[in-house]
């Protein structure tokens, strides 16, 4: 396919792919009944004004997995500039399409929907044509996955929001040749890495980096538990008065982030690093004379 042809090429099958029909998802009816107080689309479309339904209509053009899948096997070897996506939006909003909107089971007829430009553009946008994948972590895709599963990893790739740097590089590298793929924890671990990865600086190394973030988890734990703690002893309103604030994080969030930034570095490393949170107190003991045993007795209290 020759460059200059390939964005009314890819117009053309984002105007195929909308035109044969959008599946609504249970976000879209969550959506729905919390802001509307309805399931009925078609209602809320013909009731509603055009800035309460523009969110809703937003969401429903939202590229789901299957689509970003389509595309990833279609176009995913080629990279769009700027002008030329803005050459694809265009060239669809030219058409002036109408989608068969379906809802989920039991939510609903159908709804024919004329699609407006705005929801055309988002659509492009979200589908990432303008992203880059670094070649030898494409290589490593081909490489390392089986065929059944190296469309939904260059889909996770795609919709990492980073301009891949040289330490970013070498740690999906040697995430994607050192960590088992059939570890339990394989795709949360993946996950957690791509949207940790724009946090990386350029001359980090992975293994810094990944004990940098769990470090930085641990610290928040720290605070959400010393606020915890106060809050049990005192009176929140003066606590707020004070400055403190509740939870900066989930502690069940932080705690599996960090369980599996120690797996990740196990298996990448070898290695890994552990925090002692800050002690209130302390043991006041002579070790002269001491027996071994009673040493193994502290560090057993206070470890």
Not at 66 to 74: L, M, V, W
Not at 131 to 136: F, L, V
Not at 258 to 275: A, H, P, S, V, Y
Request: aromatic share 8%; glycine share 4%.
């Amino acid at each position: 396919m020759k460059p200059n042809k390939r964005p009314a090429e890819l117009a053309l099958w984002v105007s195929r792919t909308i035109e044969t029909g959008i599946n609504a998802g249970h976000d879209v009816l969550h959506y729905l009944e919390t802001t509307f107080g309805s399931a009925n689309l078609e209602h809320v479309l013909s009731t509603g004004s055009d800035g309460e339904t523009e969110s809703l209509i937003d969401l429903i053009f939202f590229p789901d997995k299957s689509i970003q899948a389509a595309y990833e096997q279609t176009w995913g070897k080629f990279v769009f500039s700027i002008p030329e996506q803005q050459q694809v939006i265009d060239h669809v909003n030219a058409g002036k399409l109408v989608a068969t909107v379906s809802m989920p089971k039991h939510s609903g007829s159908p709804v024919s929907l004329k699609v407006p430009d705005f929801a055309i553009a988002s659509f492009v946008h979200r589908l990432n044509i303008t992203r880059k994948i670094p070649h030898s972590i494409l290589t490593l895709v081909e490489k390392h996955y089986p065929q059944s599963r190296q469309t939904a990893i260059r889909v996770h790739l795609r919709n990492t929001a980073v301009n891949w740097h040289r330490t970013q590089t070498e740690l999906m590298s040697q995430y994607m040749t050192k960590m088992p793929q059939t570890h339990q924890d394989y795709n949360t671990g993946l996950s957690l890495l791509l949207s940790l990865l724009w946090e990386q600086k350029t001359d980090e190394p992975p293994y810094d980096f990944l004990i940098r973030k769990k470090n930085y988890y641990f610290q928040i734990l720290c605070k959400a538990e010393e606020f915890e703690r106060k809050r049990m002893a005192g009176n929140m309103e003066i606590l707020m008065l004070q400055g403190e604030r509740n939870v900066y994080g989930q502690d069940k969030e932080l705690k599996q982030s960090m369980k599996l930034i120690d797996k990740i570095c196990q298996n990448l490393f070898g290695r890994t690093e552990f925090f002692t949170q800050p002690m209130n107190h302390y043991i006041q003991n002579s070790l002269d004379n001491t027996p071994a045993a009673s040493i193994d007795t502290i560090l057993k209290t206070i470890l």
